[in-house]
């Protein structure tokens, strides 16, 4: 069985691969479930790590549905993670009505090749689970990410296996609340593989700063924040006035 561990950092990979991880899933900000990591990071990755590393390709937080300008950006990260030799790449793509975006995910995998290719938990919002991983082993998607639509693994067991059961080549593999205490359910099943974080915090300052630098407002599902030109125009407009 595949432990996958979700690493927002080059330290938590590197604890991953030193606790016996058979893969990592390279990302940052997991607040938010996970954005592209930097370029920075990409490259000291491939000097500190040796087990197969998948990056994922998320350009922000929010929805699953891309504009034209960041499906280039996710195509460019995909190329960089090729030039650079990873193992494979993590996305997910979706219409606003839930559905597949199939021709884009199409054309992300074409570029992927011969990288494998995670579809993730963007699985957990599709409306006929079933039907989309039908589509989804056409395509040719090695693994698909889920928690079985539910806030957790666990929770979601049925509808996992159910996907385990009717896959012909797709990897299922369960995500989101995936802990010790309970993962042998898992392997009882027949699953073959998991993923995970195993996140810890711990304190790195003695006193809680007095001014707030998270925005828990900028935090939407359905709404995704954009730079107004309008705004923009008009601070620009009464600062550069005579």
């Known amino acids: 069985m595949i432990v996958e561990v979700c690493a927002n950092s080059l330290e938590s990979a590197v604890n991953a691969q030193k606790a016996g991880a058979d893969r990592i899933e390279l990302c940052a900000e ?3 479930g996970g954005v592209t990591p930097s370029f920075g990071m990409l490259k000291m990755i491939k000097e500190y790590i040796s087990i197969p590393v998948n990056v994922l ?13 960041e499906f280039e950006v996710m ?9 650079l030799g990873f193992n494979g790449v993590v996305s997910g793509l979706l219409h606003k009505d839930f559905s597949l ?3 884009r995910t199409k054309e992300l995998i074409a570029l992927a090749s011969p990288m494998d290719f995670t579809f993730h938990r963007a699985f957990d919002w599709v409306k006929e689970p079933l039907a989309v991983l039908s589509q989804l082993e056409e395509l040719g998607v090695d693994t698909i990410l889920s928690s079985g ?7 979601g067991l049925s509808l996992l296996y159910q996907l385990l059961q009717k896959s012909d080549r797709c990897t299922i593999m369960p995500g989101g ?42 935090l ?3 709404e995704v ?7 923009i125009r008009e601070v620009v407009r009464i600062v550069k006035e005579n």
């Not at 802990?179 to 810890?200: M, N, P, W």
């Not at 924040?225 to 705004?231: A, E, L, Q």
């Open 225 to 231: 924040g954009v730079s107004s030109i309008d705004t």
């Open 177 to 218: 609340g995936i802990r010790d205490t309970y993962v042998f359910q898992f392997k009882e099943k027949g699953f073959g593989a998991v993923h995970l974080s195993g996140i810890q915090f711990h304190k790195t300052l003695d006193h809680t700063p007095k001014v707030p630098m998270n925005t828990a407002h900028f």
């Open 75 to 83: 195509k460019n990260d995909v190329a960089i993670c090729a030039e």
């Open 149 to 155: 639509q539910e806030q957790s693994s666990p929770l």
């Open 220 to 222: 939407r599902e359905d």
């Open 57 to 69: 390709i998320r350009p922000r937080s929010g929805d699953f549905t891309y504009t034209d300008l």
């Open 101 to 103: 975006d199939v021709e």
């Open 30 to 32: 997991l607040a938010v």
